[in-house]
């Protein structure tokens, strides 16, 4: 078998996933969408843009060229953002074959359709759902850079795929996997935990303290599980590391997008000055929009997401959006986190 391995595409998440795997001793192609951001990461190993501090490896090799960034390779990791999933998938068909293992990295839905990633990926690739495997989980790209000690979870509906992709990923120095079969709940927790994290950012931009951002991250957590519940994941996964564990490092990390993106909406800038401030992806404001349609699609109640929604698209004031979830009917917690859905994963 061949030890190269393609990465789509060079933003920072790309980048710093085709570290860990050239340090796991594979040749990486790292598709670029330029000569020049190709150019400046084989001639100076450096993509300054996303990752300033950053050294690559020796063995990443950059090309604008799809041809030739998936000749003769085994695995495709795609780190597009949510946005451009399905064009990326287009143009990369003509040089899949469906039995290669495709890895994605993406937290994000398709906005218009609110499918998920891998269903994206299936329809456009025409791959094999047991070749499609999701790696999420709690990551900032700037720490694994600096062989921080980070884990993620491989979630796939085979065992095979999983256990592929975390023998790909997986070194015992800083990068550790877990596999995980819950392929819908891994893709779910992983998209809706950037809304929870633009909302703890907007507390934190607020001037609110330590009491609030926890009832935000743990309340959120119970809107991911009901909604994620009647999507057909296992709640149980949104205890883990692409639930709790992504949850915790974005809604309180410095290195986080969706947390800054928050933060400065609840200093009072607007949603266009935010996104002109930020050069890089920011999947919690599409991910709202889509949480919106969902909320009615399945009939769940997302009220932090439905207060966000009303914060980034319809102007409403964030402290007003705080005083209407503070001011919701009382509830019995229990009852509230659908508690017979636990129950029946658990029978
Ligand atoms: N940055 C992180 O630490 C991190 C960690 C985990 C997951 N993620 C997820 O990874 C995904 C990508 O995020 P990122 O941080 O790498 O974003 P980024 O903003 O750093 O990079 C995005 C990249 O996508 C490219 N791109 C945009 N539109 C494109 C198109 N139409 N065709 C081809 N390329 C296109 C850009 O040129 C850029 O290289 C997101 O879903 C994000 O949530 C990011
Ligand atoms: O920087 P953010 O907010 O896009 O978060 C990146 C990752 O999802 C953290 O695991």
Not at 3 to 31: E, H, I, Q, Y
Not at 125 to 138: D, F, H, Q, R, Y
Not at 223 to 248: C, H, K, Q, W, Y
Request: proline content about 3%; aromatic content about 6%; overall charge negative.
């Amino acid at each position: 078998m061949s030890d190269k391995v393609t990465v789509l595409v060079a933003g920072s998440w790309g980048t710093a996933l085709a570290c860990v795997l050239a340090d796991n001793g594979f040749r990486v192609s790292l598709w670029t969408r330029s000569d020049e951001q190709a150019n400046e990461i084989n001639e100076h190993h450096t993509n300054r843009k996303y990752l300033p501090e950053a050294v690559l490896p020796a063995n990443i090799t950059a090309t604008p060229s799809l041809a030739e960034a998936m000749q003769d390779t085994q695995a495709v990791l795609i780190v597009a953002p949510s946005k451009a999933m399905r064009e990326v998938c287009r143009q990369l068909k003509p040089f899949y074959h469906e039995d290669m293992l495709c890895v994605h990295a993406t937290k994000g839905f398709e906005t218009e359709s609110l499918k998920r990633m891998s269903t994206v990926i299936s329809e456009e690739l025409g791959a094999k759902e047991s070749n499609i495997v999701v790696l999420s989980g709690p990551s900032h790209a700037e720490e694994v850079v600096k062989r921080m000690p980070t884990t993620v979870v491989v979630a796939s509906r085979n065992e095979r795929a999983a256990a592929a992709a975390q023998t790909l990923f997986m070194n015992e120095e800083y990068f550790r996997v877990y596999t995980n079969l819950d392929m819908i709940g891994v893709e779910l927790a992983g998209a809706l935990k950037n809304i929870i994290a633009l909302g703890a950012g907007m507390s934190d931009g607020l001037g609110y303290g330590d009491n609030a951002k926890a009832a935000l991250l743990t309340r959120g957590i119970a809107e991911m599980v009901r909604v994620g519940s009647e999507m057909g994941a296992n709640p149980l996964t949104f205890a883990g590391l692409a639930g709790i564990g992504d949850l915790m490092v974005t809604g309180t990390s410095r290195h986080s997008r969706n947390w800054r993106a928050g933060y400065m909406l609840g200093q009072g800038k607007s949603l266009d000055e935010v996104m002109d401030s930020m050069n890089m992806v920011v999947e919690g404001i599409r991910t709202t929009q889509a949480a919106h349609d969902m909320s009615r699609k399945y009939d769940v109640q997302m009220p932090i997401a439905e207060q966000l929604y009303r914060v980034l698209f319809e102007k409403s004031d964030p402290r007003e959006a705080v005083e209407a979830l503070m001011g919701r009917d009382p509830k019995n917690e229990m009852e509230s986190m659908k508690l017979e859905i636990w129950q029946q994963w658990h029978s």
